[in-house]
């Protein structure tokens, strides 16, 4: 996202930005915002045709391409697995080949080796999917799901880009949560790994891998 801003609004001021050489927005004041993706690989220029002096701000947002995912397990453990309406666990194979308009369910595995009080647990959502409301999961619950293995939360924070679930986590055995997605946009993606960290003691934490898939 670009916003251009003039802050000397009494004088003239005229401007364009510029996508490799190509003038793709005029801006007469006081603030003129481009917001578009793939801008990253593109040459940016502003050019001031006034007497005003003005500023750029640009706004990147996203994950660099080919940069990995580390994951880690410090006192807590925490998988990612995606399986198909049926419950079969999807493989690599079948995430490369997800139907457009498919629902596949979610499925987090976390356990600890002790008590963690404050557990925050995020999932960013991956590009091309749309999540179903968590809490009305509970009521539809698939017939594969053992409902005594549900993690408890305290609270869910549902956004577009990612679900939140906030508890305290017993140790010994290994608690499961499920949402479900609904595959809308065709290409290729990568679906971010999921995180839980005590919020009062970050070094208690852990990470799964990323994903990718490819919805056809």
Do not use: C
């Not at 364009?16 to 190509?22: E, F, I, R």
């Amino acid at each position: 996202m670009t916003r251009l801003l003039d802050l000397q609004e009494a004088k003239t001021f005229k401007g364009y930005l510029a996508v490799d050489g190509k003038q793709v927005l005029e801006y007469t004041g006081p603030m003129a915002t481009l917001t578009r993706a793939g801008l990253t690989a593109h040459t940016l220029e502003v050019v001031n045709q006034g007497d005003s002096p003005f500023y750029a701000l640009v706004t990147v947002e996203g994950i660099k391409p080919g940069r990995p995912f580390t994951s880690y397990a410090r006192n807590i453990s925490i998988r990612k697995l995606f399986l198909g309406a049926n419950g079969r666990l999807l493989s690599a194979d079948d995430l490369a080949h997800i139907k457009q308009g498919a629902d596949i369910w979610v499925k987090l595995i976390v356990s600890a080796d002790m008590r963690i009080n404050n557990l925050a647990i995020v999932d960013r959502i991956g590009a091309g999917f749309e999540v179903e409301n968590p809490r009305l999961v509970r009521q539809y619950l698939p017939n594969w799901l053992n409902e005594k293995d549900l993690l408890r939360t305290d609270y869910m924070d549902i956004k577009d880009y990612q679900v939140g679930f906030f508890t305290d986590l017993r140790p010994g055995r290994h608690w499961v949560i499920v949402y479900k997605l609904k595959a809308l946009t065709s290409g290729s993606f990568l679906v971010p790994p999921v995180a839980a960290e005590a919020m009062y003691e970050p070094f208690n934490r852990a990470a799964s891998d990323a994903v990718n898939v490819q919805i056809e």
